[in-house]
T-cell receptor, first 114, second 115 residues
Framework: AQSVTQPDIHITVSEGASLELRCNYSYGATPYLFWYVQSPGQGLQLLLKYFSGDTLVQGIKGFEAEFKRSQSSFNLRKPSVHWSDAAEYFCAVGAGNAGNMLTFGGGTRLMVKP | NAGVTQTPKFRVLKTGQSMTLLCAQDMNHEYMYWYRQDPGMGLRLIHYSVGEGTTAKGEVPDGYNVSRLKKQNFLLGLESAAPSQTSVYFC??????????????FGPGTRLLVL
């Protein structure tokens, strides 16, 4: 069975600083990987996804993520954080099984200092 | 186009009471899902449906039942609520086909408190 670990429960960065959120997955085959963002009181919004091709994927809101098979990682990055990026971020892996089910990590809460 | 909507937004129940959460989507999606979100545990799949009239268990199905009588609706029922079911519940939907990279679209959530 697949699993996802987000090692950092909370991260605080200053506005304008760079950001990297870590995600490690466990899955036997090529995974399908996703990053979602959840603003306070809201549902989840897809930031980006990887399922084949270029290992560096671009998403919305200036985010990118890099798939590294050798490290079983799919870390999310942003070069310059804005106060509006404060939210909770979830990494997820899909097995490509019937129903397209996802397994989510525990989430990382990002706080942005002015 | 409202996307995925959930009713109610918030509910307080007493232990042993029953209730039904309603999820509706207007995107003609085949697949629908119910998740619960608990602090530090991310989202865990309760039940899902790959089409009208079909349902299947997810990771944490105990204490919940579901029905998909119409393609656009997916109901989650709690027959006898317990404090352990205090959580935020999210519904999602996605297309079938298109491979495993298809997006899941999420509703705004239902916050449930069981006393």
């Amino acid at each position: 069975a697949q699993s996802v670990t987000q090692p950092d429960i909370h991260i605080t960065v200053s506005e304008g600083a760079s950001l990297e959120l870590r995600c490690n997955y466990s899955y036997g085959a090529t995974p399908y990987l996703f990053w979602y963002v959840q603003s306070p009181g809201q549902g989840l919004q897809l930031l980006l996804k990887y399922f084949s091709g270029d290992t560096l994927v671009q998403g919305i809101k200036g985010f990118e993520a890099e798939f590294k098979r050798s490290q079983s990682s799919f870390n999310l990055r942003k070069p310059s954080v804005h106060w509006s990026d404060a939210a909770e971020y979830f990494c997820a892996v899909g097995a490509g099984n019937a129903g397209n089910m996802l397994t989510f990590g525990g989430g990382t809460r990002l706080m942005v200092k002015p | 186009n409202a996307g995925v909507t959930q009713t109610p937004k918030f509910r307080v129940l007493k232990t042993g009471q029953s209730m039904t959460l309603l999820c509706a989507q207007d995107m003609n999606h085949e697949y629908m899902y119910w998740y619960r979100q608990d602090p530090g545990m991310g989202l865990r799949l309760i039940h899902y449906s790959v089409g009208e009239g079909t349902t299947a268990k997810g990771e944490v199905p105990d204490g919940y039942n579901v029905s998909r009588l119409k393609k656009q609706n997916f109901l989650l029922g709690l027959e006898s609520a317990a404090p352990s079911q205090t959580s935020v519940y999210f519904c999602a939907s996605s297309q079938s086909g298109g491979g495993p990279g298809v997006d899941q679209y999420f509703g705004p959530g239902t916050r449930l408190l069981v006393l």
